[in-house]
Structure formats: structure tokens, C-alpha cells
DNA sequence: GTCTACATCTGTC
DNA sequence: CTAACGGACAGATGTAGAC
């Protein structure tokens, strides 16, 4: 049986155990520039406070239902999640983080599934002080709907799905929307073919589904049916690393971009080398901005190979504004930016070809080593290279963001 | 015509 | 006073140019 471990409105919750005088009122959570809303607590759904919507919209009615809005603060979730996720390693073996506040995980059928559950749900509560919600079912596609149903209980908060009868009834209430890789564009054609509940998608014709929708939803189909179709509970090295950010105010000045290009590679490499990774190719894009001309969309992508696999910020950054250089527009504002890397491989897993270059000089492979052990115990940016000239705080907005209370002292609140 | 590389789209949280 | 709409990932698909 696959478990998938859910948090129950994450944001909000890490922001929570920090400001108990938060606990059962309206609280959200917004994105970067404080543009959308990302999480709600229960209050504020209830308003209601759609997810996504732009804050300025609904600032007014939000705040009179007395509701307390807070810029989204990463380092305080990634690190929650760092230590939800070694607890559920702890306590299940292998797990597959799904996103930061989602993994699954595969226990034998001889365990007593609810009472397990009971358990790693009072253990994360107590000691990390996050909700979860717990769906227990033979698919991965079950589990999602498992554990929307434990969302919806008030208590204990956890569901098992198995086939059978009661499960033909779970699927017949369950909108075919809503399943899990049935997305905005797909699920209005299902409906057009007659298919509105995840009992009719189980039921339509493989071979249909396929033909019509390709390889993905037909697992998904399989997968309403009990037959697992998406294994891996392992964990895997990530395929490409993104970062990328909107800026508060359009940019149109070249050299200004390519300080933030810059400061982009820099993270998007020091993800890089902690997964202990290399990368042979780095992607970099612009965007306008979208809501002011919905059409003609200008920006583009740019694809860079290295030549080889690589660690090393110096060359990902000459790489990376060489392709700058190559989509911008003079005269154009851009509203966003972004880095990809990606053939990413694990270093231990390199195999040398006869045609690349030497693979990760040694020298190269010490020096960023240095660098990342000065920044790692000095702070993060004690060390940096000088095509990076702005923090992230010099173009990105977050008024209402909160301290950085597990990661550093200076945050700690003074309790008398 | 078919293959390949690439940008773009789709879906998810 | 006005304007103000995320970020990260995987994987599929559409298409222009190469063969």
C-alpha cells in the first residue's frame, strides 16, 4: 500500500507555530511580491479567499473579515520541510518527496496501515508542530483522493481506499476534475465525451483514452482501477533546477539583467553541487509582462550547452548572459527572468566521453567545494562572484515578511 | 517522408 | 494618488530544418 503524507495548509502552519496568536483566525500566505495567494488557513477559505487570486483584489474584503495577510518566507518553509521529511524517512524507509509539503511513501500489507498513520500523524504534530492529512491506497492516483477525503474530516484526518464496493462509491461522488493529472485543458473534453466522475474515466475504454489523451491518462485510468502504474517511492536527483523570480517593477536595462541572470546561476549551482550533481546545459529566459498584453507575448528561451558536465557558478554565469545577450530586446521591459540547468547527472555516476572536454577539473571541483563551505558556515553570501551585483531584495517585494526563526538566532523571539 | 532538436505547452503543488 | 497577478518541477507536443 502507498501512503501519501499531506500538510494541511503548509504555509499558514509553519507561520503558525511560531505566532500561536494565530491559531483559528484567517491567515494567508502570498506569493513573491506579495502578488497571489498561495496558502490559506481553514478561516480563510471560509471567507471565502479563492487560492491564486491576486492580493490586491482582495485585500479589502480580507481584511475586514480581520484576516492577517504575510509574505511568503522559504527559508523558514524549506527548513520545516527539511525536518518533516527526515522524520518520515525515519519512520518509513524510503520515501518520494512529491513537493515540500508532500511525500509518499510504500508500507508492507502486513501493517496495521490506520494505526501507523495515527502514530507519524501525532509524532509530526508533536515534534514539528505541522497538521498532516494521511491517504492510504494500493495507487498513487488513489491516495490523492484518499487523502482530499481525510482533508475533510475533523478528525484524526486519515482515509483508506480499497477496492470495492465503497470505492465505486468514493469515485462516483469524485469530479472527474478533480482527479489527480486531469488538468483545465483536459477536463472540459472528458466532459464533452460524456465523462464527468473518476467512476466513468475508470470505466471509459483504455484504448480510447489513450489514443485521444496519450500515455498519461491512461495510467491515470488504470491507476482509479487499483493497478499501480507509477511505482518509485525512491528518491531521485532532480532533472533540472529553476529559479527564477517577477520583478517589482519592469526592467529594460541589459546590465541589470545580467546581474540578476547572474545571481539566478549562482543558487540555481549551489542546488547543483548539494544534490552532488552536474549539469551540461543552462537555459535562460525573459518574459514581458503577460496581464498588460495577453497577446504577443514577447521573451523566448535560450539554450546553452557547456561542452561538458560542470559545478563550477563562473562558467554556468558566462554561459548564461552569452544567452541573455542572444533573446533580449532593446527597448523591450521585462517583468521576469529566469535559470534552468539541466542534463543533470550525479557526479559519482559520471562516465567520461571520448569527445567532451576534460570532465570537472579537479581544481574547479575544490574551489567551488571552498566556496560552498565559506558560505555554508559564514552566511549565505559571504562569498560571491562579482557579476552578481543585487540580492533578490533590490527587485522583489515582501512587505509583511516574518523572521527567519529556525535558521537563524538572530530571529528568535525574547521570551521573558 | 521521417527524424531530431528545440521552444512551448500542460499539469501539479 | 495609482497600480498591483508565483515559482518549481516533469514531461508531452508542435514544428522547422536536416537528412
Known amino acids: 500500500m502507498f501512503f501519501l503524507f499531506d500538510c494541511d495548509n503548509f504555509f499558514v502552519s509553519c507561520e503558525r507555530i511560531f505566532r500561536p496568536d494565530l491559531k483559528n483566525r484567517p491567515v494567508i500566505v502570498l506569493s513573491s511580491n506579495d502578488g497571489c495567494v498561495v496558502s490559506r488557513s481553514y478561516e480563510a477559505k471560509a471567507i471565502p479567499i479563492a487560492m491564486g487570486a491576486p492580493y490586491f483584489k482582495i485585500e479589502k474584503v480580507f481584511r475586514a473579515a480581520g484576516g492577517t495577510a504575510l509574505s511568503s518566507n522559504f527559508e523558514l518553509y524549506s527548513d520545516i520541510s527539511r525536518r518533516l521529511m527526515s522524520l518520515l524517512r525515519q519512520e518509513c524507509g524510503g520515501i518520494r518527496i512529491y513537493s515540500v509539503d508532500e511525500a509518499f511513501a510504500s508500507l508492507p500489507d502486513d501493517t496495521d496501515h490506520f494505526r501507523f498513520a495515527l502514530h507519524i500523524r501525532n509524532r509530526i504534530l508533536k515534534e514539528i508542530g505541522i497538521p498532516v492529512s494521511i491517504g492510504i491506497a494500493p495507487t498513487k492516483t488513489l491516495c490523492k483522493i484518499a ?141 514581458t509582462n503577460r496581464f498588460k498584453n495577453p497577446v504577443g507575448q514577447s521573451g523566448g528561451s535560450f539554450l546553452i550547452p557547456l561542452g561538458g558536465p560542470c559545478i563550477h557558478t563562473g562558467h554556468f554565469i558566462t554561459a548564461a548572459k552569452f544567452g541573455l545577450r542572444q533573446i533580449f530586446t532593446p527597448g523591450e521591459a521585462y517583468k521576469s527572468a529566469g535559470v534552468t540547468l539541466q542534463a543533470i547527472e550525479e557526479i559519482s555516476s559520471l562516465q567520461s566521453s571520448l569527445f567532451e572536454k576534460s570532465i570537472l577539473p579537479p581544481k574547479e571541483q575544490k574551489l567551488m567545494q571552498v566556496f560552498d563551505n565559506v558560505n555554508n558556515r559564514l552566511g549565505a553570501h559571504t562569498v560571491f562572484f562579482a557579476a552578481q551585483t543585487v540580492s533578490p531584495q533590490n527587485f522583489t517585494r515582501g512587505s509583511f515578511r516574518s523572521p527567519a526563526y529556525t535558521t537563524s538566532w538572530d530571529a528568535l523571539p525574547v521570551v521573558h
Open 147 to 287: 487523502s482530499s477525503l481525510a482533508k475533510s474530516k475533523t478528525f484524526d484526518k486519515i482515509e483508506i481506499l480499497t477496492p470495492g464496493q465503497s470505492l465505486q462509491t468514493v469515485l462516483k461522488n469524485f469530479e472527474v476534475k478533480d482527479v489527480w493529472g486531469v488538468g483545465r485543458r483536459i477536463a472540459p473534453k472528458l466532459n464533452f465525451l460524456g465523462i464527468f466522475t473518476a467512476l466513468e474515466l475508470s470505466s471509459a475504454p483504455l484504448k480510447m483514452i489513450r489514443q485521444t489523451f496519450g500515455i498519461n491518462l491512461e495510467k491515470t485510468a488504470m491507476e482509479l482501477n487499483g493497478i499501480p502504474c507509477q511505482d518509485a517511492t525512491t528518491e531521485e536527483t532532480a532533472r533540472s533546477i529553476t529559479v527564477s523570480r517577477s520583478f517589482e517593477r519592469e526592467i529594460s536595462n541589459i546590465g541589470q539583467l545580467e546581474a540578476i541572470i547572474a545571481g539566478f546561476t549562482d543558487t540555481a549551482c549551489r542546488r547543483l553541487r548539494a544534490q552532488n550533481a552536474a549539469a551540461r546545459e543552462i537555459a535562460v529566459f525573459l518574459k
